[in-house]
């Protein structure tokens, strides 16, 4: 899919490094990491904010996998859809580092690391991102590296 605005397209020739992008925040809810959780991920410390008290966690907390699939949609929303992406070969890296609780007003960075082209498809480019999911305090809670690949600007399309 090549995003859903044609004319607004990035292509793999405008995400050098350096190149930055924000979205956010998204309020995250109690009702929405239980929600998560029963279908997903139900570990009590998930499910029920007594047994998140006993866990290590110290509290209700969402799943980590929780914490991914916000990144996903604030990445998509934040600028993927406007992209000629054509997918992932995997996420290299994803690192949980604090807890994500009910009330964290969450932001997503984004921020082009390496931009080559591929050797082997001359219609495209590989793009690694860092990706950090950001509390309202400002702290890293979620991490997550990996290469995108993206279509190359068509012959004699403007920039």
């Given at each position: ?152 600007r068509p012959a004699g399309e403007a920039a």
């Amino acid at each position: 899919m090549l995003g859903h605005r044609e004319a607004a397209l990035l292509y793999f020739e405008d995400l050098t490094p350096g190149t930055r992008f924000t979205h956010g925040p998204v309020t995250v809810t109690a009702d929405a990491i239980v929600a998560f959780a029963e279908e997903f991920d139900p570990m009590p410390f998930h499910l029920d904010a007594a047994a998140g008290e006993e866990s290590l966690l110290g509290g209700l907390a969402a799943s980590g996998w929780h914490s991914c699939c916000l990144l996903m949609r604030m990445i998509c929303d934040g600028f993927l859809l406007e992209t000629a992406g054509m997918g992932s070969p995997g996420i290299e890296e994803v690192r949980w580092l604090k807890p994500v609780r009910p009330g964290d007003a969450l932001t997503m960075h984004a921020s082009v690391t390496e931009a080559r082209p591929s050797r082997s498809r001359r219609d495209m480019g590989l793009v690694k991102f860092e990706f950090a999911l950001v509390n309202q305090d400002g702290q890293r809670v979620t991490v997550m590296s990996n290469l995108v690949m993206f279509a190359r600007r068509p012959a004699g399309e403007a920039a």
